[in-house]
């Protein structure tokens, strides 16, 4: 069984700020995909990354940055520099093997404020 | 816009009603997925469409009922629905399954449904 746990339901800084987003997930496929979501007010989900398990290089695109660590099944989301427009649920989610279907498995979300 | 159309945006129906969300793709994916996002629980998958097929009910209720008539269209036809009923159900699709892209989805912007 698969499952993805967001510690942080909610997160409040000021702009400019820096804010870490965690993540952590269980899974017994060996080849599985990580992913970021943004909901903004509006609804929909927004897709920010896919990582696959075998790519453990952090990446950066602009201010957000994420870092995986296979050895403790994480994958963490930090924005630099916060923005209002920043203030959005974030979903981190965990697709398994083809064999699961594709299916996305998400965790709680985190609710991020940022406050001008 | 995201390439994934749902209407209506925002439905309130009584518990004797039937109506029914639309969702639209034209993104060529022949995946297509329901999923109900609750206001105190995690985004649950409930139904997955594979090719015109469904390959996955995730003990939805019977008062939810699919309906997939070709790739870039998917219903959910709903009747005697509860007022717990009320959610943002979101539509998604993606590459075909066996594709094995890992998940990778492409989400509407959500029905935001109050049953009364």
């Known amino acids: 069984a698969q499952k993805v746990t967001q510690a942080q339901t909610e997160i409040s800084v000021v702009e400019k700020e820096d804010v870490t987003l965690d993540c952590v997930y269980e899974?017994?496929?060996?080849?599985?995909?990580l992913f970021w979501y943004k909901q903004p007010p509006s609804g929909e989900l927004v897709f920010l990354i896919r990582?696959?398990?075998?790519?453990?290089q952090n990446e950066i695109s602009g201010r957000y940055s994420w870092n995986f660590q296979k050895s403790t099944s994480s994958f963490n989301f930090t924005i630099t520099a916060s923005q209002v427009v920043d203030s959005a649920v974030y979903f981190c989610?965990?697709?398994?093997?083809?064999?699961?279907?594709?299916?996305?498995?998400f965790g709680g979300g985190t609710r991020v404020l940022v406050k001008p | 816009e995201t390439g994934v159309t749902q209407t209506p945006r925002h439905l309130v129906m009584g518990m004797t009603n039937k109506k029914s969300l639309k969702c639209e793709q034209h993104?060529?994916?022949?995946?297509m997925y329901w999923y109900k996002q609750s206001a105190k629980k995690p985004l649950e998958l409930m139904f997955v469409?594979?090719?015109?097929?469904?390959?996955e009910n995730n003990s939805v209720p019977s008062r939810f009922s699919p309906e997939c008539p070709n790739s870039s269209h998917l219903f959910l036809h709903l009747h005697t629905l509860q007022p717990e009923d009320s959610a943002l159900y979101l539509c998604?699709?993606?590459?075909?399954?066996?594709?094995?892209?890992?998940?990778?989805?492409?989400f509407g912007s959500g029905t935001r449904l109050t049953v009364v």
């Open positions: 998604a699709s993606s590459q075909a399954i066996s594709a094995g892209t890992g998940g990778n989805y492409t």
């Open positions: 899974t017994r496929d060996t080849t599985y995909y």
């Open positions: 990582r696959n398990s075998f790519d453990e």
């Open positions: 989610a965990l697709s398994g093997s083809k064999a699961a279907g594709n299916k996305l498995t």
């Open positions: 993104l060529g994916h022949n995946a």
């Open positions: 469409y594979n090719f015109k097929e469904q390959t």
